[in-house]
């Protein structure tokens, strides 16, 4: 994975293989998320199609006051009939990231682990 950032803005530039449920080959993908630091919130977004395209996902806040280690989605990202939420959990070498994607042709739980080298 590769990061770049400029002033509040770092993108991720993801590539890999993963092997869904249920399947026996692996698929590609390669993803970039552009994640906005705010004051009180982070805004993730999906740049597959280009920074000048991006796909705004949600803001992750606080899911407790007076707690920083835990952020979620205030609202779902609505993509067609699907329903996109996730949850961050800060690490003090990283943050994990599960996303939930539910709709009535997707069920999935994705499981992110981002770790300094």
């Known amino acids: 994975m590769e990061t770049t950032t400029i002033g509040n803005i770092v993108r991720f530039h993801e590539q890999g293989r993963f092997v869904p449920e249920g399947k026996a080959r692996a698929v590609a993908f390669t993803n970039v998320y552009r994640w906005e630091v705010e004051s009180d919130r982070l805004r993730l ?3 597959r199609r280009g920074a000048d395209q991006a796909v ?16 979620v989605s205030r609202d ?3 993509c067609g009939d699907d329903r996109y939420a996730a949850h961050l959990t800060l690490h003090p070498d ?3 990231l599960n996303w939930r994607i ?5 069920d999935e739980a994705i499981y992110y682990r ?3 080298d």
């Open 94 to 96: 990283g943050f994990d």
């Open 45 to 47: 977004f999906h740049e």
């Open 102 to 106: 539910e709709g009535p042709r997707k």
């Open 56 to 71: 705004w996902l949600f803001d992750l806040v606080v899911s407790e006051p007076g707690t920083s280690t835990t952020l």
């Open 114 to 116: 981002y770790r300094h």
């Open 76 to 78: 779902a990202h609505v």
